[in-house]
């Protein structure tokens, strides 16, 4: 028999997908919740590996607590691509849709707790469900759009603009993700990016 403290997590758990896909405009009728009971709970500790280099993708990710590093590993050193905060979705993306080994390693920067959902369980809910597919369809468009302007600005800005734009458009990952994490992904050193935090500080 479960504990009433792993069902009372179970069903937050399943409570805080549900409100994610209700702001995201998706109607949850009966027969989509029940589907959506495909999505199981698994926790990880920190420095433990949601998704490595060379290995397959487990599924997609809803993570509901804690940070996750995004990083590729290059000339024995890790280059730190995104960090994933709760309340969204994540997975290696190349190595989940093409069934491919993965080129990134997804790690948990601190204990983390997610909703996964295998390929196959997930391409079904898109085929069953036209909401679903329209949701997909739409975050993907919205993250190419993101990843486009990064990509943009890390080729054409300076530094400090790189960093401008990330405050901007990023404030809670400003606010919660790591700043050595931060440099790495603004493609700088932790020193340069504290140089630049105190200028902007004193108004320079």
């Given at each position: 028999?479960?504990?009433?403290?792993?069902t009372?997590?179970?069903?937050t758990?399943?409570?805080?997908l549900?409100?994610?896909?209700?702001?995201?405009?998706?109607?949850?009728?009966p027969?989509?919740?029940?589907?959506?009971?495909?999505?199981?709970?698994?926790?990880?500790?920190?420095?433990?590996?949601?998704?490595?280099?060379?290995?397959?993708?487990?599924?997609?990710?809803?993570?509901?607590?804690g940070?996750?590093?995004?990083?590729?590993?290059?000339?024995?050193?890790?280059?730190?691509?995104?960090?994933?905060?709760?309340?969204?979705?994540?997975?290696?993306?190349?190595?989940?849709?093409?069934?491919?080994?993965?080129?990134?390693?997804?790690?948990?920067?601190?204990?983390?707790?997610?909703?996964?959902?295998?390929?196959?369980?997930?391409?079904?809910?898109?085929?069953?469900?036209?909401?679903m597919?329209?949701?997909?369809?739409?975050?993907?468009?919205?993250?190419?759009?993101?990843y486009?302007?990064?990509?943009s600005l890390?080729?054409?800005?300076?530094?400090r603009?790189?960093?401008?734009?990330?405050?901007?458009?990023?404030p809670?990952?400003?606010?919660?993700?790591?700043?050595?994490?931060?440099?790495?992904?603004?493609?700088?050193?932790?020193?340069?990016?504290?140089r630049?935090?105190?200028?902007?500080?004193?108004?320079e």
């Amino acid at each position: 028999m479960r504990s009433t403290s792993t069902t009372e997590n179970a069903t937050t758990h399943v409570d805080s997908l549900h409100d994610y896909l209700r702001n995201s405009g998706i109607p949850l009728s009966p027969n989509l919740r029940h589907h959506l009971t495909a999505f199981q709970s698994r926790s990880f500790r920190k420095g433990e590996f949601i998704a490595r280099e060379g290995a397959v993708s487990g599924g997609l990710d809803f993570l509901l607590s804690g940070i996750v590093r995004h990083y590729y590993l290059v000339d024995d050193k890790e280059i730190t691509r995104w960090v994933s905060l709760s309340g969204h979705f994540m997975t290696s993306f190349k190595s989940f849709v093409g069934e491919s080994p993965s080129a990134v390693n997804l790690v948990a920067a601190e204990p983390v707790e997610v909703l996964r959902i295998s390929r196959t369980d997930f391409y079904a809910l898109l085929a069953d469900f036209a909401e679903m597919k329209s949701f997909w369809i739409r975050c993907l468009e919205n993250e190419m759009v993101k990843y486009e302007d990064r990509v943009s600005l890390f080729i054409t800005a300076e530094s400090r603009e790189r960093y401008l734009h990330f405050l901007e458009h990023y404030p809670q990952h400003a606010q919660q993700v790591p700043l050595k994490y931060i440099a790495s992904l603004l493609g700088m050193q932790p020193r340069h990016l504290s140089r630049i935090r105190k200028e902007l500080a004193a108004g320079e």
